[in-house]
């Protein structure tokens, strides 16, 4: 796997660059807060270079795309968890809602 990444720079790349794109704006955005212009066109020059720093790594046998790919994955079962919790707790307020109800016709 190591050497089709080596092999294939434009693609390495463009997963290095999407994985950082995705864990900055999941792990370093509060509740989606937008920066001024200047400041998020600044943010993403240095997203790209840093990219590049990365890709430079990932040609010389580091392994940063699937060091990277773990990272996502592991967010994105965070997020899938946060939202079966959520829907659980909206089926168990549901639920709870529906006994008070019926327990307070009785009397």
């Known amino acids: 796997m190591q050497q089709w990444f080596s092999e294939h720079w434009v693609v390495s790349y463009l997963l290095i660059l999407g994985f950082t794109i995705y864990i900055f704006n999941t792990v370093f955005r509060a509740n989606n807060a937008k920066?001024?212009?200047l400041k998020e066109v600044l943010v993403y020059i240095l997203i790209v270079f840093g990219s590049?720093?990365?890709?430079?790594?990932?040609v010389d046998s580091l392994p940063i795309i699937q060091c990277m790919g773990i990272a996502v994955l592991m967010m994105l079962m965070l997020r899938g968890r946060q939202l079966y919790d959520k829907l659980q707790s909206k089926r168990a307020g549901k639920h709870a809602?529906?006994?008070s109800d019926s327990g307070s016709n009785g009397i």
């Open 52 to 58: 590049f720093v990365l890709w430079i790594l990932q």
């Open 97 to 99: 809602v529906k006994e």
């Open 35 to 37: 920066l001024p212009i």
